[in-house]
């Protein structure tokens, strides 16, 4: 072999060693970078692996909350169907109850003066004592009836008379002469003397049917009927220091009727009947002062009116004219306070009388400085105006607002009433 084959032969034998050896780098490389992706593979099917696992888990979590919830929606579901059907039931119950209330509402608005008595006349008494005969009803299921101050004041011996016959004597458990109401207590009575309902005077209209049972001249049980005539009127009753307003009536209230029951055709007493005239003109002290003043006779033996400590002059057009009112318009309505006395409430609150002048003229009369037109915004026009309200909705140490004319102006005062000084005779 020459050398120049020789060295041919070298050469290649060189270049074969070489190309086995780059195949041989590069399929160490092909092996190492495929080995790579597959730990990169598996490392990424791990993660997704772990995640299905997670997501596996928080799908049996929540299949077990929506069936715990649907265990709860089934329960609350029954819940909300039993409570249907009480409610069907109840409304089944109240819609009855309803009807019957309406049918015995229609049957009372219905009712004549007769059917009242019969549902009344066992309920209401006469009265005896050793200064004369009244008449009074059953007031509660402890014994009391009421009647007037008047049919049982001064006297030392009182009876009460019942439908049936039967005779208790009795005491007097409270008093209250400024409303001619009292309260007496008897030892015994029938057991069906029902007490009557005191029913809601405010609400009386004028022109309404009203019935009267009461012993008007000895005349045991008798019943009147008519209509009232007039609401919230200021009487004079001899011997009695009234204060309260009355209920004016056409139906005969004649002597041994007084402290009987005024009823409503639906047989709610309106009143207590206390006072005639002998001209068809007569009067009842209101259901809505009567239980007021019961509620405490029977509670504590007395009552306590409030009261103000001014005097006034009720103003209209005559009264302005008359007593020649100088500073106020001919049509001020209203109650123009004239006098205080020291130490009451009016005092306190500084209220302020009229003052008495004589103009450069020679002409003499009243310069107004406060008038009363109003009491917790309820307008006063007249004295029976702020009687009414006062009585029915004040008591002492009540704090109501005044509001005021003022010497041409407008103001409010909060002022409270004190308790008036016990009648003592």
Known sequence: MSNKTGT??????????????ANTLLLYSYQRAMQEANEANMVAIDGVRADLTNLRQNLTSLESQISTQGTKIANLGNTLNSTVAKLTSLNGTL????????????AHQRQTAADVY????????????????????????????LTNWHVVNGTSKLEVDFYDRSTATAVVAGSDPYSDIAVITVSKMPADAAPLRLGNSSSASVGQDVVAVGNPLGLIGSLSSGHISQLNKLIDVVGVPLVVTSMQLDITIAPGSSGGPLMDLSGNVL??????????????????IVRRVAQSLVAKGYYEHPQFGFSFLELNKDSIDHYNVFNVPPDQLGLMITNVTA??????????????????????????RDIVVAVNGHRVETYS??????????????????GLWRSGDTASVAITPKARLQFTG
């Open 8 to 21: 041919v032969l070298t050469i290649l034998i060189v270049a074969s060693l070489m190309l086995s050896g």
């Open 95 to 106: 819609s009855a109850g309803l009807k019957g209330l309406n049918a015995t509402f229609e």
């Open 385 to 402: 105006d702020f009687v009414s309200y006062v009585e029915e909705h004040v008591s002492p140490g009540h704090t109501v607002s005044l």
């Open 118 to 145: 019969k549902e009344s006349y066992k309920s209401v008494v006469v009265i005896r004592s050793d200064v004369g005969l009244g008449s009074g009803f059953v007031y509660d299921d402890k014994s009391h009836i």
């Open 271 to 288: 009143g207590i009947t206390n006072a005639g005239t002998g001209y068809g003109i007569n009067f009842a002290i209101p259901s809505t």
């Open 343 to 368: 130490g009451s409430a009016a005092d306190i609150t500084g209220l302020k009388p009229a003052t008495w002048t004589t103009t450069s003229s020679g002409k003499s009369g009243f310069m107004a």
